[in-house]
């Protein structure tokens, strides 16, 4: 099946600094979708992407759907403490969540 | 708070007890999801039922049975686990399942000794 290269797989970073992550797959999606999964929480959509080349901001968040559609990039943008946790990043050919492909994950860790 | 619910929140259990997990939502959607979260690995999708039909089973064992009464609850009947099935197990649910988007619950912990 198809699967999803998310990295880096942790980062260590001082508040106040910007943070960037990807993911990127061997074959094209048509949206892409980034959540953010907080210490014994479930994931929550952060930002959602359906065009190459779109990007799309959420606060400090910005996210990007690559251009040849096999890979997506997000930005936070001046770190804080509450930006801890896991961010993953979700592909899907369709509009059909449960047929998305899921990244491992990026842990993320700000130090105040 | 996304307003799907999940008790027990952990769970402790012997491979021989038989446990259900349970899942609600509140959002008026029609499809909701079983799935697996283990560490360092992507998030596993189980099952999937759409206006209480299952549309999908992912080749889970049938120590696993879900089961879906109508569109705001799911259960998730356990029996004879392994210990490798320890891990987060998270409900999502969605307006319909050809919709995008998700809402997840905050999972149950499960720890089979």
């Not at chain 1, 998310?6 to 106040?16: L, N, R, T, V």
């Not at chain 2, 089961?67 to 969605?94: I, K």
Request: hydrophobic share 30%; charged share 15%; net charge neutral.
């Amino acid at each position: 099946g198809q699967q999803l290269n998310q990295s880096p797989q942790s980062m260590f970073i001082q508040e106040g600094e910007d943070v960037s992550m990807n993911c990127t797959s061997s074959s094209i999606f048509n949206t892409w979708l980034w959540y953010k999964q907080d210490p014994g929480e479930g994931p929550v959509l952060l930002i959602a992407l359906y065009k190459a080349g779109e990007l799309t901001s959420n606060g400090r968040l910005t996210a990007q759907f690559g251009i040849t559609r096999k890979d997506s990039f997000l930005n936070i943008s001046a770190s804080i403490p509450s930006d801890v946790g896991i961010y993953f990043c979700a592909g899907q050919l369709g509009t059909n969540a449960g047929k998305s492909t899921f990244g491992d994950g990026t842990t993320l860790t700000v130090k105040p | 708070e996304t307003g799907v619910t999940q008790t027990p929140r952990h769970l402790v259990m012997g491979m021989t007890n038989k446990k259900s997990l349970k899942c609600e939502q509140h959002l008026g959607h029609n499809a909701m999801y079983w799935y697996k979260q283990s560490a360092k690995k992507p998030l596993e999708l189980m099952f999937v039922y759409n206006f209480k039909e299952q549309t999908e089973n992912n080749s889970v064992p049938s120590r696993f049975s879900p089961e879906c009464p109508n569109s705001s609850h799911l259960f998730l009947h356990l029996h004879t686990l392994q210990p490798e099935d320890s891990a987060l197990y998270l409900c999502a649910s969605s307006p319909r399942d050809t919709t995008d988007t998700q809402y997840f619950g905050p999972g149950t912990r499960l720890t089979v000794l």
